[in-house]
């Protein structure tokens, strides 16, 4: 029986939207997400120590962010159980030996109904291609969490003018995918998320316009 949204999906979506990983965004470039993404937090000396991933897929990204990062502790989850089952055996996250790694065969959803109240903070949150598979109810339960649970967050979704292009240059259509205005995202993201950079979100529980870290704050909105 085939599942989908935040409960994650069957084999049928992995191998319908991820038949070519190399020429996708986030996954056949994670190297040079991991790097942007590196030097930017360098660039305003934000310290990386403790990494969360919010549905880490095929686990690219994942893996990549922990080789530039090289953090004392990561944690990862995914919904997905085909796709869990094969990044748990077959993908090696540990960056060094030292490294503090676990996963999680979890959705989203469940990790912010169980974690809400505990006292973990994550200096950052890797949340990418995730969005536009959950109701507006489900991310209107989670984004308050993930707010309160890292402080920056690597992020991604499409909105549906690049779901659009999707079909019209690469001949390729997201049927599991909820289509939303970019203006809907922002309206949704606004209230908890400062946006700081390209994919690069700022919590609003942790920072403001007087605490960040990203001083230019032309770019802060």
């Known amino acids: 029986m085939k599942s989908n ?3 994650g ?5 992995w191998t319908e939207n991820y038949s070519d990983p190399v020429s996708m965004d986030c996954v056949g470039n994670a190297t040079e997400h991991a790097n942007y ?5 360098e660039l305003e000396y934000v310290d990386v120590s403790r990494v969360v991933d919010f549905g880490f897929g095929m686990g690219w990204l994942f893996r990549e962010m922990l080789k530039v990062f090289l953090p004392h502790t990561a944690y990862g989850i995914e919904p997905s159980s085909w796709m869990f089952n094969i990044v748990k055996n077959k993908v090696n996250l540990k960056a060094v030996r030292s ?4 996963i999680e065969k979890m959705d ?3 990790w912010c109904k169980s974690h809400s109240k505990n006292h973990d903070i994550f200096d950052l949150g890797i949340c990418t291609s995730v969005f536009q598979y959950l109701s507006d109810a489900e991310i209107e339960k989670v984004l308050p ?5 890292v402080k920056y967050l ?5 909105t549906n003018k690049e779901l659009d292009r999707q079909i019209h240059e690469l001949e390729f259509k997201d049927v599991y995918a909820i289509r939303r205005s970019r203006s809907k995202y922002l309206k949704m993201i606004s209230p908890y998320f400062a946006f700081v950079s390209s994919r690069l979100l700022e919590s609003k529980v942790h920072f403001d316009g007087s605490s960040t870290a990203f001083t230019e704050l032309l770019f802060r909105f």
């Open 37 to 41: 993404l590196k030097y930017l937090l």
């Open 5 to 7: 949204g935040v409960s």
């Open 145 to 149: 969490v993930m707010a309160r649970k």
């Open 108 to 110: 989203i959803l469940t």
């Open 99 to 102: 490294m503090n790694v676990k």
């Open 9 to 13: 999906f069957d084999e049928t979506y």
């Open 154 to 158: 690597y992020f991604t979704v499409p």
